[in-house]
């Protein structure tokens, strides 16, 4: 009996525990299938046993179920019997209603159950867990200045990578940076300065262009959509505007629905192109043509350039997909032009040409130089955030895509990249050794018709991406000084290499550019295939090894012992005991010489041209 009445007084405080009504009431009849779960309700761990605690269901903001708590006899605590309803499989959060306070909980779930028709979820003994958490106040930033100065942060409290912040300040960031999420409140500001990045893991609270600046050279990392910014892309001016070999730049909109006339110069004249291999005339002009786009193509690089002003902006949302982007590529065989393609990147943050899947695409790309007007060869590096960049497709179906979590390709190859230097301007060709599909990256003609170019030829065709063969010892390298004037040629190598011996076919003398830069007086009308690079265990063309070269009105000599100089006629006209590695030639007139170093061990000798 006693038994009896136990049992008894828990079904009535269960009947009998709580009279409030639902704070949220579902409309059944408006969905075809529900969903039976019994849950449980954790806040910070700690299951909860009030009965003034409603849970609501939701898909997006839509209200798909509630339930408050009934006492459960089988096990004596409160368990919630939800009923859910939907029209399709999706996915439903939770929020959590208070009773005793009557206000909708600020406690966060970020629990997600997939809703199953006519499914069912937990029972009394395993109900369904549902769990929220207490929130972590905001971290505040509420002075003027920098991001890492602790007397900007309120009370001092700077903020960790798993902490929301509240901008309530002009915040300035400019170095790496990383948080949870982000707020800006009204009239407030943040700015990602040059080398800045700013990564934020969940939500950017963002609506007013002004409020989110990244300068040229900052970064920042989000994934959430609709986030507003501006982004300040320094511009190059020509000296002239009268000039029209510099002040050209690519550029790209790191934001999906920039305007294209907000990027229109304030200041002065402009001009804004975007390239369609396609057309007639390929550069197709943003002043006369009615069909130039409104907004900039997320992807696609431009073409500009400005008379005075030397900031323009792009204003818009952030791109949100940082880890994947398939750029438009086609090819047409009827058209070499049409392989081309001026690509811009698409994101608020740095890429590298490295995670890019290239299929029949020249493996590498061009950057342009706005101080020279010339075109820069790449195989590797980044693409900055508001930069664009050239690409050529090699055959049918070319494709090109970003993949963020591709494994680089700099291991697969070696390179070495021969800059030439001169009146202020410089020009590469890079040699590539492996296998590729196709020979590489043609030269394309400079915007700088003056700039000295160096390249390598084959069938015809010249290269500023030349692929060949990982055995090949010699490469015949052309050069055209376009006027006549004092030039250098230099390295940068990839992989390991014994020697890179330029030899020049003009004067006979070579050089290892692993060592030195190699200087040389140029005409316009010398022959172009006037170098070559040998590469391996080649030797310098002298009997006892390279160790004098000219620099300026100088020899740079490379030995101990007494230096001589004699000329072709066998007159010693140098003769220097105590050099300290330099002797002065202003007064040697531009002719061959041998340049003999003699010590107590040996006698080197070597022929120079002096130029």
Same mark, same amino acid.
């Given at each position: 009996?006693?038994?009896?009445?136990?049992?008894?007084?828990?079904?009535?405080?269960?009947?009998?525990?709580?009279?409030?009504?639902?704070?949220?009431?579902?409309?059944?009849? @408006?969905?075809?299938?529900?969903?039976?779960?019994?849950?449980?309700?954790?806040?910070?761990?700690?299951?909860?046993?009030?009965?003034?605690?409603?849970?609501?269901?939701?898909?997006?903001?839509?209200?798909?179920?509630?339930?408050?708590?009934?006492?459960?006899?089988?096990?004596?605590?409160?368990?919630?019997?939800?009923?859910?309803?939907?029209?399709?499989?999706?996915?439903?959060?939770?929020?959590?209603? !208070?009773?005793?306070?009557?206000?909708?909980?600020?406690?966060?779930?970020?629990?997600?159950?997939?809703?199953?028709?006519?499914?069912?979820?937990?029972?009394?003994?395993?109900?369904?867990?549902?769990?929220?958490?207490?929130?972590?106040?905001?971290?505040?930033?509420?002075? #003027?200045?920098?991001?890492?100065?602790?007397?900007?942060?309120?009370?001092?409290?700077?903020?960790?990578?798993?902490?929301?912040?509240?901008?309530?300040?002009? @915040?300035?960031?400019?170095?790496?940076?990383?948080?949870?999420?982000?707020?800006?409140?009204?009239?407030?500001?943040?700015?990602?300065?040059?080398? $800045?990045?700013?990564?934020?893991?969940?939500?950017? !609270?963002?609506?007013?262009?002004?409020?989110?600046?990244?300068?040229?050279?900052?970064?920042?990392?989000?994934?959430?959509?609709?986030?507003?910014?501006?982004?300040?892309?320094?511009?190059?001016?020509?000296?002239?505007?009268?000039?029209?070999?510099?002040?050209?730049?690519?550029?790209?909109?790191?934001?999906?629905?920039?305007?294209?006339?907000?990027?229109?110069?304030?200041?002065?004249?402009? *001009?804004?192109?975007?390239? *369609?291999?396609?057309?007639?005339?390929?550069?197709?002009?943003?002043?006369?043509?009615?069909?130039?786009?409104?907004?900039?193509?997320? $992807?696609?690089?431009?073409?500009?350039?400005?008379?005075?002003?030397?900031?323009?902006?792009?204003?818009?949302?952030?791109?949100?997909?940082?880890?994947?982007?398939?750029?438009?590529?086609?090819?047409?065989?009827?058209?070499?032009?049409?392989?081309?393609?001026?690509?811009?990147?698409?994101?608020?943050?740095?890429? *590298?040409?490295?995670?890019?899947?290239?299929?029949?695409?020249?493996? $590498?790309?061009?950057?342009? #130089? @706005?101080?020279?007007?010339?075109?820069?060869?790449?195989?590797?590096?980044?693409?900055?955030?508001?930069?664009?960049?050239?690409?050529?497709?090699?055959?049918?179906? @070319?494709?090109?895509?970003?993949?963020?979590?591709?494994?680089?390709?700099?291991?697969?190859?070696?390179?070495?990249?021969?800059?030439?230097?001169?009146? $202020?301007?410089?020009?590469?060709?890079?040699?590539?050794?492996?296998?590729?599909?196709?020979?590489?990256?043609?030269?394309?003609?400079?915007?700088?018709?003056?700039?000295?170019?160096?390249?390598?030829?084959?069938?015809?065709?010249?290269?500023?991406?030349?692929?060949?063969?990982?055995?090949?010892?010699?490469?015949?390298?052309?050069?055209?000084?376009?006027?006549?004037?004092?030039?250098?040629?230099?390295?940068?190598?990839?992989?390991?290499?014994?020697?890179?011996?330029?030899?020049?076919?003009?004067?006979?003398?070579?050089?290892?550019?692993?060592?030195?830069?190699?200087?040389?007086?140029?005409?316009?009308?010398?022959?172009?295939?006037?170098?070559?690079?040998?590469?391996?265990?080649?030797?310098?063309?002298?009997?006892?090894?390279?160790?004098?070269?000219?620099?300026?009105?100088?020899?740079?000599?490379?030995?101990?012992?007494?230096?001589?100089?004699?000329?072709?006629?066998?007159?010693?006209?140098?003769?220097?005991?105590?050099?300290?590695?330099?002797?002065?030639?202003?007064?040697?007139?531009?002719?061959?010489?041998?340049?003999?170093?003699?010590?107590?061990?040996?006698?080197?000798?070597?022929?120079?041209?002096?130029?």
């Amino acid at each position: 009996m006693k038994k009896f009445f136990v049992t008894l007084g828990i079904i009535m405080i269960a009947k009998f525990a709580h009279c409030a009504d639902n704070y949220w009431k579902v409309n059944p009849s @408006a969905y075809e299938f529900n969903m039976n779960v019994t849950a449980s309700v954790y806040i910070d761990d700690v299951e909860q046993q009030d009965a003034n605690l409603e849970i609501g269901v939701f898909y997006g903001e839509e209200l798909r179920g509630s339930a408050l708590p009934r006492l459960s006899p089988l096990v004596s605590k409160y368990i919630y019997d939800l009923t859910i309803y939907s029209d399709e499989t999706c996915e439903l959060s939770f929020k959590l209603y !208070d009773h005793n306070t009557n206000t909708v909980s600020d406690l966060v779930c970020e629990q997600i159950l997939t809703f199953d028709a006519n499914g069912t979820e937990g029972n009394a003994f395993n109900p369904y867990v549902i769990n929220f958490v207490t929130p972590t106040p905001a971290i505040t930033f509420t002075g #003027d200045g920098s991001w890492s100065e602790s007397s900007n942060w309120l009370n001092s409290i700077m903020p960790t990578e798993d902490d929301d912040v509240v901008i309530d300040g002009t @915040a300035i960031i400019s170095d790496e940076i990383s948080i949870n999420s982000l707020i800006i409140n009204e009239g407030k500001s943040l700015t990602i300065q040059d080398d $800045g990045v700013l990564t934020v893991v969940g939500a950017i !609270d963002n609506t007013d262009y002004d409020a989110l600046i990244i300068e040229d050279g900052g970064q920042i990392i989000q994934r959430n959509e609709n986030v507003a910014a501006t982004f300040k892309k320094n511009i190059v001016n020509p000296s002239l505007w009268s000039n029209p070999v510099s002040g050209w730049q690519f550029i790209s909109s790191p934001m999906i629905d920039a305007a294209t006339e907000c990027f229109v110069s304030t200041e002065g004249d402009y *001009d804004l192109y975007k390239f *369609d291999g396609e057309e007639d005339l390929q550069w197709i002009n943003y002043k006369n043509h009615n069909d130039f786009e409104d907004t900039f193509t997320s $992807g696609i690089g431009y073409i500009a350039s400005y008379e005075k002003q030397d900031v323009a902006t792009f204003q818009g949302t952030l791109n949100n997909e940082t880890e994947y982007f398939d750029f438009g590529i086609s090819y047409n065989s009827n058209n070499e032009w049409a392989n081309f393609y001026l690509l811009g990147n698409p994101f608020s943050f740095d890429i *590298d040409w490295e995670l890019m899947d290239a299929y029949r695409i020249e493996d $590498g790309f061009a950057t342009l #130089d @706005a101080n020279t007007g010339a075109y820069i060869y790449n195989v590797e590096g980044y693409i900055k955030v508001g930069e664009g960049f050239l690409v050529c497709a090699s055959r049918k179906n @070319a494709a090109l895509e970003y993949i963020a979590s591709a494994k680089s390709r700099s291991a697969d190859y070696e390179y070495i990249n021969i800059i030439a230097s001169g009146k $202020g301007t410089s020009d590469n060709v890079i040699v590539r050794f492996g296998e590729n599909e196709s020979i590489g990256f043609p030269k394309i003609e400079n915007i700088n018709p003056d700039v000295a170019n160096v390249y390598v030829k084959n069938d015809n065709i010249r290269y500023g991406i030349f692929n060949c063969d990982a055995e090949l010892k010699e490469i015949p390298l052309c050069f055209d000084a376009k006027e006549m004037g004092k030039y250098t040629i230099n390295v940068n190598v990839s992989g390991e290499f014994d020697n890179v011996i330029l030899v020049d076919r003009m004067t006979g003398i070579e050089t290892n550019l692993l060592i030195e830069d190699y200087t040389f007086t140029s005409r316009s009308n010398d022959d172009k295939e006037r170098f070559i690079l040998k590469l391996g265990n080649s030797q310098q063309s002298t009997d006892n090894g390279h160790f004098a070269y000219q620099s300026g009105e100088e020899l740079i000599i490379d030995a101990e012992g007494i230096i001589q100089i004699v000329d072709m006629m066998g007159r010693t006209v140098i003769t220097e005991e105590n050099h300290d590695g330099i002797i002065n030639i202003c007064g040697l007139k531009k002719s061959t010489y041998i340049v003999r170093c003699v010590n107590e061990n040996e006698v080197k000798t070597q022929k120079i041209v002096v130029l």
